[in-house]
């Protein structure tokens, strides 16, 4: 992941890492004696992914830190391995591997870190995200899960940025680190009111479907797109597939392996799988073909088979 990690076993210089990556902290190890950590960056557009390694010790963002040394980010805290407490805004959040939480920098915050530890971070300017203070406020410190639904997606898109982020333009990292926040920000937004679809959501949800339907031979489909075609940010069209129990990339899919199963059944279509493949938006096809048996239980060729021979 981008460069090199740094590493050191002094603490002074341990405090000057963490401060010149993140923020200013002031942190407490309990193996002072055999004390070792490790910080590694990479940058796409405004956010800043990091992984950090370390023992047991304690990060607290103070009020008079906050006030010598004010910075405005939004962060999210990931643990990869060992244990974590984050305290923010009042709530208290215990995470294990795989679980994460939002936190904000401009108050005061404490992480405390048990055992030896892995915590990934992601680092955004306040000003790049798309919500007002108060709604931030009612993110930070929740135990958000990486086990299960949403949580589980986009954790695991998370790690994926660390270990090997992608190699993007200018233009296209922006757009990454922009859509990343709006994800982060859904899952956790769920934590605090997870309020019941309303017929205009409903009504709302059936006219994107019918939008995805009419545009699957597209590649370029996708969330940025549709939100726009439907006049609503990409943050609230993924609250309104986690609804439902999905994402939107889920449904895409979903509907373009169904036309493309009904396709390779039908007597009168003369394209190749490669071409059928194609026509309705799949621009890998060893992609498609797993994505094709993990859902229907066989390959491409073998259903398309299965029709040709049944009377």
């Known amino acids: 992941m981008g460069s090199p990690p740094t590493t050191t076993d002094r603490l002074d210089v341990w405090r000057d890492l963490i ?185 709302l949800l059936r006219r994107i479907d019918a939008h995805i339907a009419e545009h699957l031979a597209d590649p370029d489909l996708g969330p940025t797109g549709i939100a726009a075609a439907h006049f609503v940010s990409t943050r609230h069209l993924h609250r309104l597939f986690a609804h439902r129990g999905g994402t939107v990339a889920q449904q895409i899919q979903r509907m373009r392996l169904e036309r493309c199963r009904r396709e390779l059944r039908d007597p009168r279509s003369t394209r190749s799988i490669t071409e059928v493949s194609r026509h309705w938006g799949f621009t890998d096809l060893a992609a498609f073909s797993r994505a094709f048996r993990t859902a229907y239980g066989m390959s491409p060729s073998a259903w398309r088979a299965q029709g040709r021979d049944s009377p």
């Open 19 to 203: 401060r010149d990556h993140f923020v200013a902290l002031d942190i407490d190890a309990d193996r002072r004696d055999r004390f070792r950590g490790s910080v590694r960056c990479t940058e796409l557009g405004h956010l800043r992914v990091a992984s950090v390694v370390s023992g047991p010790q304690g990060f607290r963002r103070t009020p008079g830190l906050v006030r010598r040394l004010p910075d405005d980010y939004l962060q999210v805290g990931l643990v990869a391995s060992g244990a974590a407490r984050v305290v923010q805004d009042g709530r208290d959040a215990v995470l294990g591997p795989g679980d994460f939480a939002v936190y904000e920098t401009d108050r005061p915050f404490h992480w405390g870190m048990t055992d030896d530890w892995e915590l990934l971070v992601f680092t955004w300017p306040r000003a790049s995200i798309a919500l007002d203070d108060t709604a931030s406020r009612q993110l930070t410190a929740r135990a958000l899960t990486g086990r299960d639904g949403l949580g589980a997606i986009v954790g695991r898109m998370l790690r994926v940025l660390v270990a090997a982020p992608p190699e993007l333009s200018a233009a296209g990292a922006v757009r990454l680190a922009d859509e990343v926040a709006e994800l982060v920000t859904t899952v956790a937004g769920e934590q605090v009111r997870p309020p019941a679809p309303t017929r205009a959501a409903d009504d």
